[in-house]
């Protein structure tokens, strides 16, 4: 709703009321509808301004609503109402003005901003466009250029660059509201003509064919697949070239098409699951807002590798004091170096002071006796991480949380080697861990919600998305990725190459195909792995271990010392070691033919649709595993994982959602035709969960958490 008030004597005051973002639902715009009208009839009213309660303008319109039929007065005509009115309307903007928030200030003749605002049109992110006028507005009144970059990244900024790009027209430190309505005073009574956006031409741009080639190009390209970038350009380009009414003809047709599309109800769902990880449960029903997190005033990293390095990063842009331990003097002072580069790096990105005291450097684990929480990134290997555990236990202060950066290690066995099992839980970044928004939380079986709920803390204070997460080997991700990895290998035997994979993964929308990744991380860290687990023995070339089919290409290569990028050899060949451009490589090839004929295996012709399958559903099928075990509370937890931590491609909204776009029958059929052909693969063989989901009519995957509940119950 809107509430009226007068102020000042001749101020007519609307406050948006729909907290928590007073998002512009149906009742909000009637709200305004009737508001405006009552301020406009009122004689005494000279001038309006427009504010949010509670220190936020307006987050847009109510996402919820775009599931449901429309009601309400429509957007447009209201927002055209308030630009065609007589008297000055001034917007006065806190918090956040965004989407249709901000064409509602766009709307209005002035537009004041608090320093601390953010604006922007984040609409392509939810897989739309500025569909109420403000990819007409924006480039009339900033430009193409700069609207262009608005509208199709939907990046948000501050109020300082939104008055340096002529979006606002004044920016206080002070009470915004205030401001606005000593502003409100000063315009009362003067001409509005020239302050109606919708009035003015489009600023002139030399060469319009060549930027809008241009853009189109980059945008395409950063798109991966998405179509609303697409349709972000198309519109401005409308703005650029025809009249305004024309222009928001060619918005409302290209914004009918987004609307209905899977991928904005992907991107759509996408948003809610980001929040929704922040609510998380354990199996125990100890929940988010039933735990209170540990105060955490100094954290600690032990193990500086790139893992580690990225970690302490991380924590000291937070703004937290770290100390870190690694036990190689040499290492130590590497690290040193190439952490401080990275700080001031970053710091320069961001336009502050590098954070450089933040962090100390030790060699003595005794130095963490102090330290609130320890981060463990030592290498990946359980008897060295459970001396650490060990030592960490004697050494740091009753109460010190101790987490494991562990990639898919049991977290319980690290738990047993201390006196405070409670207090140990996995917190598993992703590299570049202080560019990579993902983080898993990993609760073991002794894990306390306290300990949890701290972990969830510390991750949301470095930015991350944090996703709490049962305790199993690769936990939800890796879990997931191992099946998605040895399938891509399968693919090779039977006919396929690396460069035949990984263009049907691209083309899905994955920044990087499977092939590239594993040339990028290395092969030796899963081949080490496999070697621990006594599964890959050097010079055995077997189809067949612990009774089922496994693929020995990725051992053969790195007994061949290929390793991937830093070796410039791996399933592609590079110009030189540590170079990042892939050629396909005729050894490859060579070798592939060889294996093949060793093995009396025939090649044959695979297509894209058959990679993406075999590549794609047996994780899915793992995915309602995970869920099954209870080792995700939720879809949403291992589609945000997928989304932030491995590249899944944001408008397929996650692998469980895109199992349910796909249609989970077919799911179902295509797995049990591929577990058909291939009996020696059990994780082919569909999940129980699954053929449950199939059996009631395949619900919308908003409602298998009460599917996943009334398993649980009755097992
Ligand atoms: C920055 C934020 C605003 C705040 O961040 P923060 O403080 O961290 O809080 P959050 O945790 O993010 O959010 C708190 C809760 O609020 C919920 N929320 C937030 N924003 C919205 C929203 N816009 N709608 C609904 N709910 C919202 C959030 O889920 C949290 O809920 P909970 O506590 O977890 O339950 C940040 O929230 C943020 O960034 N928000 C999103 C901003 C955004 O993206 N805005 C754009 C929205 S889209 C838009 O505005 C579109 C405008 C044009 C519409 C034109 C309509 C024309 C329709 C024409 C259709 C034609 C089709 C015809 C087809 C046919 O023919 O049928």
Redesign the pocket.
């Known amino acids: 709703m809107a509430q009226y008030s007068r102020i000042s004597g001749s101020v007519g005051l609307i406050t948006l009321k729909n907290p ?2 007073n ?1 512009l639902s149906a009742a909000v715009r009637q709200g305004i509808v009737d508001t405006v009208e009552k301020a406009l009839c009122d004689p005494q009213v000279k001038s309006v301004v427009i504010c949010g309660q509670d220190g936020v303008f307006c ?6 609503e775009f599931e449901k039929s ?1 009601s309400g007065p ?2 447009i005509p209201m927002i055209h109402s308030i630009e065609c009115a007589t008297k000055p309307m001034v917007a006065a903007i806190e918090g ?1 003005a ?4 901000l ?1 509602l200030a766009l709307g209005c003749h002035y537009r004041i901003a608090h320093s601390k605002a953010r604006l922007g049109l ?2 392509v ?2 897989g ?1 466009l ?3 006028g403000g990819s007409q507005r924006l480039p009339r009144l900033i430009g193409v250029p700069a609207a262009l970059d608005l509208i199709t990244t939907g990046r948000h900024v501050t109020a300082a660059e939104a008055l340096q790009l002529g979006i606002v027209d004044q920016v206080t430190d002070h009470k915004t509201v205030d401001a606005a309505v000593k502003f409100a005073l000063s315009v009362a009574g003067k001409p509005l003509d020239a302050r109606r956006i919708s009035t003015y031409p489009c600023p002139v741009v030399t060469d319009l064919d060549a930027l809008f080639e241009d853009v189109m190009q980059k945008v395409r390209q950063s798109a991966r697949g998405a179509i609303a970038p697409i349709a972000c350009v198309q519109a401005v380009r409308a703005a650029a070239t025809l009249p305004y009414t024309r222009g928001m003809e060619r918005e409302k047709e290209l ?2 098409t987004l ?2 599309s899977g991928q904005a109800r992907a991107l759509q769902y996408n ?2 699951a980001q ?1 929704a990880v922040g609510k998380w449960r354990m199996p125990s029903g100890a929940r988010w807002d039933t735990s209170t997190p540990r105060p955490v005033h100094k954290v600690a990293v032990i193990g500086l590798g790139t893992m580690g390095r990225g970690i302490a990063v991380a924590l000291a842009q937070a703004g937290l004091p770290v100390v870190t331990v690694e036990a190689q003097e040499k290492q130590l002072m590497e690290a040193k170096r190439v952490m401080s580069d990275m700080l001031k790096r970053g710091a320069k990105r961001r336009g502050v002071a590098p954070p450089l005291d933040k962090i100390s450097y030790s060699s003595n684990i005794q130095d963490l006796a102090d330290v609130d929480l320890v981060i463990e990134a030592v290498f990946e290997d359980m008897d060295l991480k459970k001396k650490v555990f060990l030592q960490l236990s004697a050494v740091c202060k009753p109460g010190t949380l101790l987490c494991t950066n562990t990639s898919g290690l049991d977290v319980d066995q690290l738990a047993s080697q201390t006196r405070n099992p409670e207090l140990v839980v996995g917190m598993h970044f992703f590299a570049p861990a202080h560019v990579m928004k993902l983080l898993e939380v990993v609760y073991g079986p002794r894990s306390s919600p306290q300990a949890v709920a701290t972990a969830m803390q510390l991750g949301k204070k470095m930015g991350k998305i944090s996703v709490a997460v049962g305790n199993c080997r690769g936990f939800v991700g890796n879990r997931m990725l191992k099946l998605y990895t040895e399938q891509a290998s399968f693919l090779l035997e039977e006919g396929a190459t690396p460069d035949l994979v990984d263009r049907a993964i691209e083309e899905f929308g994955f920044p990087m195909g499977v092939f590239r990744m594993s040339d990028l991380s290395g092969l030796d860290i899963g081949w080490r792995v496999r070697k621990e687990m006594k599964l890959a023995v050097p010079g055995q070339s077997a189809r067949i271990r612990e009774g089922r089919r496994y693929s020995p290409l990725g051992d053969l290569l790195c007994e061949q010392g290929r390793f991937g990028q830093k070796t410039g050899r791996g399933w592609y060949r590079y110009n030189k070691p540590g170079d990042r451009v892939a050629h396909s490589d005729p050894w490859l090839h060579h070798f592939l033919e060889e294996y093949r004929a060793q093995h009396g295996l025939v090649a044959r012709r695979i297509d894209q649709q058959e990679i993406l399958e075999r590549c794609l559903y047996p994780m899915i099928n793992e995915g309602f595993r995970i869920l099954q075990d209870g080792i995700a509370a939720g879809p949403e937890d291992i589609d945000v994982i997928y989304v932030f931590g491995y590249g899944w491609p944001r408008h397929c909204g996650g692998p469980m959602f895109y199992a349910s776009m796909v249609g989970l029958e077919k799911v179902l059929e295509r797995l049990e035709h591929y577990y058909q052909a291939h009996p020696d693969v059990p994780y082919l063989q569909p999940c129980s969960l699954l053929r449950r989901l199939v059996a009631i009519g395949s619900p919308p995957v908003q409602k298998w958490r009460e599917v996943i509940k009334n398993l649980h119950s009755q097992l």
């Not at 987050?59 to 919820?64: F, I, L, M, S, T």
């Not at 965004?98 to 928030?101: C, Q, R």
Request: glycine share 16%; aromatic share 10%; net charge negative.
């Open positions: 928590p973002v998002a987050g847009g319109a109510d996402v919820k429309m429509p957007l956040s965004l989407g249709g928030g064409e984040p609409e992110t939810l739309l500025p569909a109420a914004m009918a609307f209905t948003f809610f929040r």
